[in-house]
Nanobody, 121 residues
Framework: QVQLEESGGGLVLAGGSLRLSCTAS????????LAWFRQAPGKEREFVAT????????DYADSVKGRFTISRDNAKNTLYLQMNNLKPEDKAMYYC??????????????WGQGTQVTVSS
């Protein structure tokens, strides 16, 4: 069974940057679509970004387009999310997921435990 672990979250000022990482302690991420989702307190989990297994195709939520970049390094079995120009509304727990690439959370089979991102104004 695949086990995913996120890292890189933290507290940052609005306008700042963070880089999230997601590694697989067990399993191989190379052949699967990967994604980032986030969930703020009192809100539903929402799609952030996805990348195909080749890394060629990506898609983003409108709210993060132009600010966030998803990428993967299959040789390192790692997924990344570069977040620039962070806004207070980006504050959430961020989760990585493995499965079919896309924006629907129910197409992903494995999830990490999450890493907290807090943006202060």
């Amino acid at each position: 069974q695949v086990q995913l672990e996120e890292s890189g979250g933290g507290l940052v000022l609005a306008g700042g940057s963070l880089r999230l990482s997601c590694t697989a302690s067990r399993g191989n991420l190379s052949n699967y679509g990967l994604a980032w989702f986030r969930q703020a307190p009192g809100k539903e989990r929402e799609f952030v970004a996805t990348v195909s297994w080749t890394g060629v195709s990506t898609d983003y939520a409108d709210s993060v387009k132009g600010r966030f970049t998803i990428s993967r390094d299959n040789a390192k079995n790692t997924l990344y999310l570069q977040m620039n120009n962070l806004k207070p509304e980006d504050k959430a727990m961020y989760y990585c997921a493995e499965g079919a690439a896309g924006s629907r959370y129910d197409t992903y089979d494995y999830w990490g435990q999450g890493t907290q991102v807090t943006v202060s104004s």
